[in-house]
């Protein structure tokens, strides 16, 4: 499966961004999703993942509260909803997919795709 990420931009401090994932070469649905972000000069970091169910998910603590990760089977996609947006989550986001249905864990992923930028200004 192949993915890609769309819907970043530019806000300001305090503001709101909906990304969405989007597969080809394959259906999400049997996939855990997983949403992980690298900002210059940095490694990229894991963010959020949600089960091919969506019934379970995991946030990092610099999210938790202000991110949600959710999913649309019936329209093959993951949305990573993120709010009072800080400009430490400025970073080009990425969606990935890993063939265990049931893996949160950041190290699960082997499917990537294209990122989306993010730029939240001070």
């Known amino acids: 499966v192949q993915l890609q990420a769309s819907g970043g931009g530019l806000v300001q401090t305090g503001g709101s961004l909906r990304l969405s994932c989007a597969p080809s070469g394959d259906t999400l649905s049997s996939y855990a999703v997983g949403w992980f972000r690298q900002a210059p000069g940095k490694e990229r970091e894991f963010v959020a993942s949600i089960i091919w169910s969506g019934t379970r998910t995991r946030y990092a603590d610099s999210v938790k509260g202000r991110f949600v990760i959710s999913r649309d089977n019936n329209k093959d996609a993951s949305y990573l909803q993120m709010k009072s947006l800080k400009p430490e989550d400025t970073a080009v986001y990425y969606c990935?997919?890993?063939?265990?249905?049931?893996?949160?864990?950041?190290?699960?992923?082997?499917?990537w795709g294209q990122g989306t930028q993010v730029t939240v200004s001070s």
């Open positions: 990935a997919a890993s063939s265990n249905p049931y893996g949160l864990g950041p190290q699960e992923y082997a499917y």
